[in-house]
């Protein structure tokens, strides 16, 4: 089989940020496995032993599913934004830019990149969980596209980011004073619906409360919010970043002088 | 010849940085296939900036481009299969390892991975990396860093290379090695474009150079025509005894500088002979010891054609 050039180019990239997550396994695989555990450990069973059911299930089987989409966000995120950014930062982006391979190829690549750790973070957390409690699966292929979506929309975010980013603590402001909030407050340990009405209403206008809920439907058959809406958000969303970032590659990003 | 398409055509290039620096004033340039071109230039003349735009690293502000017949606006992604580049300043991953920097690059241009395995093993033998292929790029000397940018640029074998500044840094000895190196890819039929600071490397490799100042090219042409175009010859006079002002007043005539207690700096135009010059200053009663040239030929020229322009 003959492969075509835009696609051995687009490979490439993938491959090298393979590689590279692989290698640095203790910063891009390890962090998420800890925290998760110790989420598991304090807020399922120390505390979670002593919270009652919420919509009928244990407290640890219902935070499960939001923690494990915390984890992926983030991983997502910080992949193409770091990435992004040390290319820039250190050139290396000039590689991609001297060659023939096209603008949308570039960006694959970066996205490509944030998916699959985002992915494989998201699958191992899965398997940490199993130490703490059983997981049913509900609807595996609803538990598998919210989690391709939800890395595609925070790696086009998180290169929006870099594109952005004009020093290295840029790359860590939107996470800290954005993502984990929203995703504290986005259903994770509670259900809205115990919320009073305000609370509720305000709730509804976090992205991430409809990946969390999209996902916890996907495992345990329960959500606050239709699933057809939570898809709806994350399709939207993601189309809307993907044009974002299309628009800041036309016009430059920063990258060309 | 006529079928025979420009390696590079310029036109009326210009760039404006977001800075509002002018760094090209409309720039045209024409480079055949084969050439071994010099690209000489004061810091900040706009080299850079050329050589950026016509590797797709800068956007121009107006002008036109052709790569090998190809328009740069027409072909964007095509024409740059056709250049090889190596930056001024050193882009690569340091912490990837030497091999991997050449495949993937390899990688980039759509090269399979077997195919680009063996390119990579080609060039970093021809450049003397391939002892050094597993070492991390960041614990090479700076030569061989330089070395590494050149095996990257010719892995997909460019029709035109583009080298800013290749030897800055570079020791005597690797220096030559390396002229002989790109010598030898310009007979192989690689046109080369080549940007230094060291004019004699323009002297020895070039048969045609363009010299630019401020964002303009003030000189053109090939490089033997231009040394003998704008001959001006400086040498330098050790006198047998102090120099004493008075004697020197004498010399007003000469374009000549004390440099020291004992040496005098005489440069003569082109058409005023060494002979006359002498008859001058022995007349004076200074003593002439030893007549030293100094620095290459082409330095002259380029020193003389900024000085003019500035
Ligand atoms: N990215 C940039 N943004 C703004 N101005 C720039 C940029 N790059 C270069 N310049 C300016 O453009 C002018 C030309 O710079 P350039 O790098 O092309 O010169 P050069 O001939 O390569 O010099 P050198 O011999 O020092 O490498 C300079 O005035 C420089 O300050
Ligand atoms: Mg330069």
Redesign the pocket.
Known sequence: MTRSPIFIGYYTMVRKDFIRIMRIWSQTLLPPIVTTALYFAIFGTFIGSQVRAVNGLSYISFIVPGIVMMSVITSAYMNTVSTFYFAKWQRTIDEQLVSPMPMWTIIAGFVTGGVMRGLLVGVLVVITSLFFTHLVLFNIAVVISAAVLTTLLFSFAGLVNGIFAKSFDAISIVPTFVLTPLTYLGGVFYSVNQLPPFFRTLSLANPILYMVNAFRYGFLGVTDVSVAVCFAVMGGLTVLFFLLTLFLFIRGAGLK? | MASAPLALKIEGLK?V???G?E?LKGVSLTIPQGEFFGFL????????????IVSGL?TKTAGTVEINGLSMDSYPDKVKSFIGLVP?EFNFNIFEKVEDIVVDQAGYYGIPREEARKRAEKVLVQLGLWEKRADKAMDLSGGMKRRLLIARALVHEPKILLL??PTAGVDVELRRGMWDFLREINAAGTTIVL?T?YLEEVEILCRTVAI?NK?EIIAEGGVKELISKLNYVTLLLDTTEPLIQAKIVLLRGLNIKKIDDTTLELTLKPGETVNDALRTISGTGIQIANIRNSGSRLEEVFVNLIKKDS
């Open positions: 002088k | 760039k940085y977001d800075t620096t760094a230039g004061p810091n900040g003349a706009g080299k850079t900036s050329l050589i950026s800068a001024q800013d500044e940007t600071h630019m964002g």
